[in-house]
C-alpha cells in the first residue's frame, strides 16, 4: 500500500495488528510498486467478482482463492518470462540452492 493517511493512521495500523497483518508499502517515490498490487486486484476482481451474484461472503472468499490458485498455476506473464508465479518462486528457488 501506499504511504496516504488512511493507511498510515494508528486506527488502521492497529486494525492489522489486530488482525495479524503485517503491512507493506511501497516505496517512497517509486509509485509503480503500488500499481502493480492495484493491477492485479484490479484482475481478480474482473475474474472473479464482477457479473456475478454471491449468496454470503463464503462465496466471494471461495471465488477469490479459486483466482489465486489459478492464477499462480496457470497465467503466463511477460514480467517472468512467460513463466506462471509458481513456476517463476520454483525456478529462483532451485537457482539459490545450487
Given at each position: 500500500?501506499?504511504h496516504g493517511?488512511?493507511?498510515?493512521?494508528?486506527?488502521?495500523?492497529?486494525?492489522?495488528?489486530?488482525?495479524?497483518?503485517?503491512?507493506?508499502y511501497?516505496?517512497?517515490?517509486?509509485?509503480?510498486?503500488?500499481?502493480?498490487?492495484?493491477?492485479?486486484?484490479?484482475?481478480?476482481?474482473?475474474?472473479a467478482?464482477?457479473?456475478?451474484?454471491?449468496?454470503?461472503?463464503?462465496?466471494?472468499?471461495?471465488a477469490?482463492?479459486?483466482f489465486?490458485?489459478?492464477?499462480?498455476?496457470?497465467?503466463?506473464?511477460?514480467?517472468?518470462?512467460?513463466?506462471?508465479?509458481?513456476?517463476?518462486?520454483?525456478?529462483?528457488?532451485?537457482?539459490q540452492a545450487?
Amino acid at each position: 500500500m501506499d504511504h496516504g493517511s488512511q493507511y498510515t493512521s494508528d486506527d488502521f495500523r492497529n486494525q492489522l495488528k489486530f488482525w495479524g497483518v503485517t503491512a507493506s508499502y511501497a516505496f517512497v517515490a517509486e509509485p509503480q510498486t503500488n500499481g502493480v498490487a492495484e493491477r492485479f486486484n484490479r484482475t481478480m476482481k474482473e475474474q472473479a467478482i464482477h457479473g456475478r451474484i454471491f449468496r454470503n461472503v463464503d462465496e466471494v472468499r471461495d471465488a477469490v482463492v479459486d483466482f489465486k490458485d489459478r492464477y499462480n498455476r496457470e497465467w503466463r506473464l511477460e514480467k517472468l518470462g512467460f513463466m506462471s508465479p509458481l513456476e517463476a518462486r520454483q525456478a529462483r528457488m532451485f537457482k539459490q540452492a545450487a
